[in-house]
C-alpha cells in the first residue's frame, strides 16, 4: 500500500513596518535569531514574486520582510498586495511599529542619523524639511496599512522589551483573535496601539501605603489590599462585561488582534493587578497576551 504523500509544512511570513526609528531593526534581529530568513527594505513590487518563489522553495519555512517608507512611490499598494497574497492562502502576519513624535525625534538626535525621507521632501517642495514635518509625512503615508494591522507602540519599551513581545505575537497563532491587556502609566501617555482604554485611577492607590509602595500589582500583598476594596471588583467586573459583550462582534469584523490597555497613574500597582486579573478570567481565549509597561519602582501609580 502507498503510503500517502505529506504536504509541506505551509510558509509562515512575517511582515515588519511602520515608522521609521520605531524599532524595525530590533524586531528583524530578533526574528533572524529565531531561525527566518530576513529580508530588510523589499520594493512593495517585489513582494508577490519573492513570496511566490518563497513557497516553492521546501528549505524555507519562515521568512521575515522588512517594508517601510524607503520604497518611494509603492507603499499605496501594500494593503492590496497584503489582501491578495491572504486571499491566495499565504501565512502573513505583519506587525506595525510606532512611536510618539518626541520619542523619534529623541531617538534620531541619539543616532545622528538623517531620516529617510528628508531628500525626498527636500526636492519635491525645494526646501530643507523639519525632522518633525518627516515624521508627519511619513504617518500620513503609511495611515492606511496602520488602521488595519497590529500596532506596537514602542515609546517606553526597552529593546529588549520589543524583542519579547515580537517573539510572543509571532508564536500566536493567527486565528481566532490575539486579545492582549496591557497595563500602562497615564503620566506617560496613553500607548498608541491601544484599541480599548480603561482609565482606573480612580480606585484606591496602594502606592500611599509605605509597605505597598516598592511591590507591584502582580504581588500578593497589594492584591489582597485592592481585593478588599468593592470598588476594585466593580471595576474587574465592569471591563470584564464589556469585554465579554463586544468581543464577538470585534471577532465577526475580521479584527486579528485586539488590545485592551488599563491605565493608572504610574502603571505598578492597580493597573498592574486589573490586567493580571483580567488575564485570569479570560484565560480560556486563546491566543492571550500580558503585557506591562516598565516603570520605575516607587512611582505613584
Known amino acids: 500500500m502507498t503510503a500517502p ?47 511566490g518563489n518563497a513557497k516553492e522553495d521546501e528549505s524555507l519555512k519562515r521568512v521575515a520582510v522588512a517594508i517601510d517608507v524607503r520604497s518611494p512611490g509603492e507603499l499605496a499598494e501594500l494593503p492590496d498586495v497584503i ?7 499565504t501565512e502573513l502576519r505583519v506587525i ?7 520619542t523619534l525625534v529623541q531617538r534620531y538626535s541619539e543616532s545622528r542619523r538623517r531620516h529617510p525621507l528628508a531628500d525626498r521632501l527636500r526636492t519635491a517642495t525645494g526646501g530643507t524639511p523639519s525632522l518633525k514635518e518627516c515624521i508627519a509625512h511619513e504617518r500620513e503615508l503609511l495611515a492606511p496599512l496602520r488602521e488595519q494591522e497590529h500596532v506596537i507602540d514602542t515609546s517606553e519599551l526597552t529593546p529588549g522589551h520589543l524583542r519579547a513581545w515580537v517573539r510572543d505575537l509571532v508564536h500566536a497563532d493567527r486565528q481566532p483573535l490575539v486579545l492582549t491587556f496591557q497595563s500602562f502609566a497615564y503620566k506617560r501617555g496613553v500607548p ?6 480603561f482609565d482606573v485611577r480612580c480606585l484606591p492607590n496602594p502606592h500611599y501605603d509605605s509597605q505597598l509602595r516598592p511591590l ?13 476594596f468593592d470598588e476594585v471588583e466593580q471595576m474587574i467586573e465592569d471591563i470584564e462585561g464589556f469585554i465579554r459583550r463586544w468581543l464577538p462582534r470585534y471577532m465577526q469584523d475580521t479584527r486579528s488582534y485586539l488590545t485592551v490597555a488599563v491605565g493608572c497613574t504610574g502603571g505598578q500597582h492597580r493597573s498592574v493587578y486589573i490586567v493580571e486579573e483580567l488575564s485570569r478570567r479570560f484565560a480560556d481565549h486563546q491566543p492571550l497576551l500580558v503585557r506591562h509597561r516598565a516603570q520605575p519602582a516607587n512611582d505613584p501609580a
Open 96 to 102: 506595525f511599529l510606532d512611536a510618539n513624535t518626541d
Open 216 to 228: 507591584t500589582g502582580k504581588d500578593e500583598p497589594v492584591a489582597a489590599w485592592l481585593r478588599g
Open 5 to 51: 504523500i505529506e504536504e509541506s509544512p505551509a510558509l509562515h511570513v512575517v511582515l515588519i513596518t511602520g515608522i521609521s526609528g520605531s524599532g524595525k531593526s530590533v524586531a528583524l534581529r530578533l526574528l533572524e535569531d529565531s531561525g527566518y530568513t530576513c529580508i530588510d527594505n523589499l520594493p512593495v513590487r517585489f513582494l508577490h514574486e519573492f513570496l
Open 192 to 197: 498608541r496601539d491601544s484599541d480599548l482604554v
Open 83 to 89: 489582501t491578495a497574497q491572504r486571499a491566495m492562502g
